[in-house]
Antibody, heavy 114, light 107 residues
Framework: EVQLLESGGGLIQPGRSLRLSCAAS????????MNWVRQTPGKGLEWVSA????????YYNDSVKGRFTISRDNSKNTVYLQMSSLRAEDTATYFC???????WGQGALVIVSS | DIQLTQSPSFLSASIGDTVTIACRAS??????LAWYQQKPGKAPKLLIY???TLRDGVPSRFSGGGSGTEFTLTINSLQPEDFATYYC?????????FGPGATVDVK
């Protein structure tokens, strides 16, 4: 059974950094592109970033480019989202999802507030 | 960026009804479009990919169609578990974008 489990969310002050993790199981992780998607009540669903199977290629939404970094550790079946210079508008539930968005984690809530 | 619009935004329907949700893309995306169902507090669930291909395990009352810039999601014989919000997503080019969603609720 495919499982994706996000962790690392929480309340963080503006300007600070936070790292989300997504632990995968039930499939051959290093064969899959992985994505991060976020959701806010106001802006709906927003694709954030993607990383290739071996981690060599990354893609970002302009809204996070230069502030967020996606990475992966295939030995740990885990994909990460390092978020820095956080802003109030980054407040959202962050989901990791597999290549075709056929599997999603349960989400990690990030609240950016002083 | 490719913009997606959905209509209607809200739809009230009864069990057994047939409902259709439209998704329009701001440019030609061929058939590189997916549909998702989301219930409160849960992650989106993939229903259809490549505009019309039903994901394994998704009931056949769901169907998708269209190409280019105009797409539809149809639910035949609406069931109680189908009351939810539905999103389209284009995967033709980065950044992948989602429509704003269409909520199907009980009439």
């Amino acid at each position: 059974e495919v499982q994706l489990l996000e962790s690392g969310g929480g309340l963080i002050q503006p300007g600070r950094s936070l790292r989300l993790s997504c632990a995968a199981s039930g499939f051959t992780f290093n064969n899959y592109v992985m994505n991060w998607v976020r959701q806010t009540p106001g802006k709906g669903l927003e694709w954030v970033s993607a990383i290739s199977e071996n981690g060599d290629t990354t893609y970002y939404n302009d809204s996070v480019k230069g502030r967020f970094t996606i990475s992966r550790d295939n030995s740990k079946n885990t994909v990460y989202l390092q978020m820095s210079s956080l802003r109030a508008e980054d407040t959202a539930t962050y989901f990791c999802a597999t290549r075709g968005f056929d599997y999603w984690g349960q989400g990690a809530l990030v609240i950016v507030s002083s | 960026d490719i913009q997606l619009t959905q209509s209607p935004s809200f739809l009230s329907a009864s069990i057994g009804d047939t409902v259709t949700i439209a998704c329009r893309a701001s440019q030609d995306i061929s058939t590189i479009l997916a549909w998702y169902q989301q219930k409160p507090g849960k992650a989106p669930k993939l229903l259809i990919y490549a505009a019309s291909t039903l994901r394994d395990g998704v009931p056949s009352r769901f169907s998708g169609g269209g190409s280019g810039t105009e797409f539809t999601l149809t639910i035949n014989s609406l069931q109680p578990e189908d009351f939810a919000t539905y999103y389209c997503q284009q995967l033709d080019s980065f950044p992948f974008t989602f429509g704003p969603g269409a909520t199907v609720d009980v009439k």
